[in-house]
């Protein structure tokens, strides 16, 4: 009884999470694995309570393999969580010759909180720093009427950057296109580089551009809101190890 009392529990939870998330930022893919980590919890907790009753009987294999298949899969999820954390509290020291901020997304033609929150550190840093050029990365979503890498070249501008230091990388459409992207149009791996991203995605974008062979690279991390933090960080693990097995990503 208290186990399927638990089990209703975090259903309810895994139900109401994803929606505080939609009422952020609106509907992503991410959600769908709150939903479906719902809907197993309330499957489990009927299948318990089947069996409680002699109504259906499980097996003590099927009981203890699935405790199993879920203890693995959060074991998995908690390690590599503390991978795509490492670095959520980075900071560059001045003197970059360039700074990509990593896009994120935008929201009626202009940068929802995530992304201006990382342009608005941008800004900071290149206040103090103006003879860097800055590379804006971010093509465009299919709900997107234009490219990311404009609205961020916009939004810099009316902070007060010069516009000749800003160079659009308008194609890339997630961390690991925006960092190859990007340094495209850097020189030389050598030249120092400042990344701009949030605190959950820091680890990853930092990653990838060293394995791009770039051996000068600061990361700055932004600061995320902290509801959404579980949110973006399970999404940021799914990222991360499709870029291991797809790109060959080493950490």
């Given amino acids: ?38 809907l197993i919890f309330l499957i489990w907790a009927i299948l318990h309570r089947l069996h409680r009753t002699k109504v259906f009987e499980l097996t003590p294999s099927i009981i203890w393999g699935f405790y199993g298949l879920i203890a693995i899969l959060l074991a998995f999820i908690i390690i590599m969580s503390v991978y795509v954390n490492s670095r ?14 990593i896009g994120e997304a935008i929201d009626d033609n202009q940068p929802a909180n995530e992304l201006k929150a990382r342009l608005d550190m941008c800004y900071e840093y290149w206040k ?59 020189e030389s791996v050598n030249i120092k580089t400042v990344v701009v991203t949030s605190d959950y995605n820091a680890f990853h974008a930092e990653a990838l551009i060293k394995n791009n062979k770039f051996t000068n690279v600061e990361v700055i991390a932004v600061d995320s809101k902290p509801i959404l933090r579980l949110n973006y960080t399970v999404r940021e693990v799914f990222s991360l190890i499709k870029d291991i097995v797809k790109h060959g990503l080493t950490l």
């Fill in 128 to 186: 103090n720093n103006k003879d860097a050029i800055i590379i804006v990365s971010g093509g465009q979503a299919d709900d997107e009427t234009m490219a990311r890498a404009i609205v961020m070249r916009t939004y810099l501008i009316h902070m007060g950057v010069d516009e000749h230091s800003i160079i659009m990388e308008n194609v890339s459409l997630n961390t690991y296109e925006s960092i190859i992207n990007s340094c495209e149009y850097i």
């Fill in 1 to 38: 009884m208290i186990l399927e009392i638990l089990l209703l529990i975090l259903m309810f939870i895994f139900i109401i999470y994803p929606i505080i998330v939609i009422c952020h930022v609106g509907f992503c893919g991410i959600v769908m694995f709150w939903f479906g980590l719902s």
């Fill in 88 to 101: 959520s509290d980075a900071k560059a020291t001045y003197g970059a010759e360039y700074i990509i901020v």
